[in-house]
């Protein structure tokens, strides 16, 4: 389908959806109005998501290391057969890769094994995750406050156009985050259970979602603890006794879920793990591959990402919660975000997706804040002025979704570029080196050649061709007469 034609029809079917879904929710039908949002949300997830080729940062590497655990799960690579020198500290190079955690490539992997190896299956979890999460917004807006606050709680997050272009790929650090969102907000939707229920069960399937998220993106899932400790404190249910020993539970079960795999990169791998663990502690005091920003940043970023109006919210929350402390959910929702954007504001290396699981927080406060607004106003004057604020509440993020999502521009979603690499791989060679192509890692990906962006010297050709190898060299027009001479096929492979 064009993708103009598929962007119009997205656009009218998702705002028929959210308009009869708040129809829904004034009645107080949560149950269809809430099944509408995940409808559309998952309309919209979908429309993003079928951009048919890579992104550059950071899908094309998580995609090449998920397709290469379908045939080794516990050895995570980027190059898989590296004929070439490397440095294992170049994670965009090298062999061993682990620079992320790897429930999301695993996920990736086991859908790219089951749907084969092409772009939707590689963003499917993504799709489904992050669809289940406005549910889960849902039902943890209603519990700190009611349905209707989790209600549109979940319209901001089925909405969010940070969200779904990360779901797509489409923005740095995609897949790894929307994993880590979801599974912070799975242990707390379970703790909320827990709470209620009094189920251990409950408790453990809260440890296995935190050690999920910490085997997704490491250790910010520990904001989970006291937003825990808060949730079952104010339920009043439990003793202090039964509040102890059920933490040492969740503790111990979110050990049992993340720390075998670092005890095994660090025995099996140990030069790779070594320096991963170390880059990762460099991130806190060094500014890295120029992604850094002023204190602010993030107060500033939140603006673009959830709408101009978003501090209004924030500070009435900041205000209500010192003005009643003894209101622990409240306390639990500003933790849940405060102390995020503190910690990653003094970081030295910043992006705007490091504060992504904070993201459920900030659409209940905007939620909340919505509904008391709209009640705050019947009783004063000067009517139009709130109603210009609550209608802005919900029109600056759906403008966001638009610019984010793209839907009304005509774009090639269907590259020539990934055609070529795919036609390519029918010729089935075994044993395939490609020189001189500048998407290595995307050809690599449609491909089962090993490809290196330059070409190296004509004591290497002869070397790989001895071993067996059989070589291309893509024509970009800079080949020298003394390698064309060489036993190696000269292909031409458009890039852009």
């Not at 929710?25 to 890579?54: E, H, K, P, W």
């Not at 104010?234 to 039964?242: A, L, Q, V, W």
Request: aromatic fraction near 18%; hydrophobic fraction near 50%.
């Amino acid at each position: 389908m064009d993708n103009l034609l598929f962007g119009i029809l997205t656009v009218v079917l998702c705002s028929a959806g959210y308009f009869y879904s708040w129809r829904f929710q004034s009645r107080d039908n949560f149950r269809m109005a809430v099944f509408l949002l995940l409808l559309c949300g998952l309309l919209l997830r979908i429309y993003t998501s079928t951009d048919f080729f890579l992104h550059s940062w950071d899908e094309r590497y998580h995609a090449l290391v998920a397709k290469n655990l379908i045939h080794h799960p516990l050895i995570p690579t980027l190059y898989d057969n590296p004929v070439l020198p490397y440095d294992y500290k170049n994670w965009i190079g090298n062999h061993i890769w682990l620079h992320k955690q790897p429930l999301p490539l695993w996920a990736m992997a086991g859908s790219m094994w089951l749907f084969g190896v092409n772009e939707i299956a590689l963003r499917l979890p993504s799709i489904i995750l992050t669809t289940i999460g406005i549910w889960l917004t849902f039902s943890i807006g209603s519990y700190f406050f009611n349905k209707k606050v989790g209600f549109l709680a979940a319209f901001f997050y089925s909405v969010n156009g940070l969200i779904i272009e990360i779901t797509g790929g489409r923005v740095a650090t995609d897949h790894i985050d929307v994993f880590f969102l979801f599974f912070i907000e799975l242990a707390i939707f379970f703790s909320i259970r827990f709470a209620k229920k009094r189920n251990t069960t409950f408790n453990i399937l809260a440890g296995v979602s935190i050690g999920a998220a910490i085997l997704s993106k490491w250790l910010p899932a520990l904001i989970v603890l006291p937003i825990w400790l808060l949730i079952v404190f104010d339920s009043g249910n439990f003793r202090p006794k039964t509040i102890i020993f059920q933490f040492i539970i969740l503790i111990i079960f979110s050990i049992a879920v993340f720390l075998p795999w670092q005890l095994y990169i660090f025995k099996t791998f140990p030069l790779e793990a070594g320096w991963e663990a170390s880059f990762n502690l460099k991130h806190i005091t060094e500014v890295l591959e120029g992604q850094t920003g002023p204190l602010y940043y993030f107060i500033e970023k939140i603006r673009i990402n959830y709408g101009e109006l978003i501090y209004l919210p924030i500070l009435w929350f900041l205000w209500i919660s010192l003005k009643k402390p003894t209101n622990l959910k409240n306390i639990a929702i500003i933790i849940w975000f405060l102390i995020p954007l503190l910690f990653f504001s003094f970081v030295k290396t910043k992006m705007q997706a490091y504060i992504l699981f904070t993201s459920p927080a900030l659409f209940i406060m905007t939620s909340a804040f919505y509904f008391e607004l709209s009640d705050y106003k019947k009783t004063h004057k000067l009517k139009w002025v709130y109603n210009l604020i609550l209608f802005l509440l919900i029109a600056l993020p759906v403008r966001y979704t638009i610019e984010r999502i793209k839907p009304f521009e005509k774009r090639d979603r269907n590259p020539q570029w990934v055609a070529d690499l795919k036609n390519f791989k029918e010729r089935k060679v075994s044993k395939g080196i490609l020189f001189n192509y500048s998407k290595p890692i995307e050809a690599m990906f449609y491909t089962n050649l090993t490809v290196y962006p330059d070409i190296p010297d004509a004591n290497v050709i002869n070397e790989l061709t001895e071993k067996g190898y059989t070589l291309y060299i893509n024509n970009t027009g800079n080949i020298q007469d003394s390698i064309r001479a060489l036993k190696i096929e000269i292909v031409e492979f458009e890039t852009e």
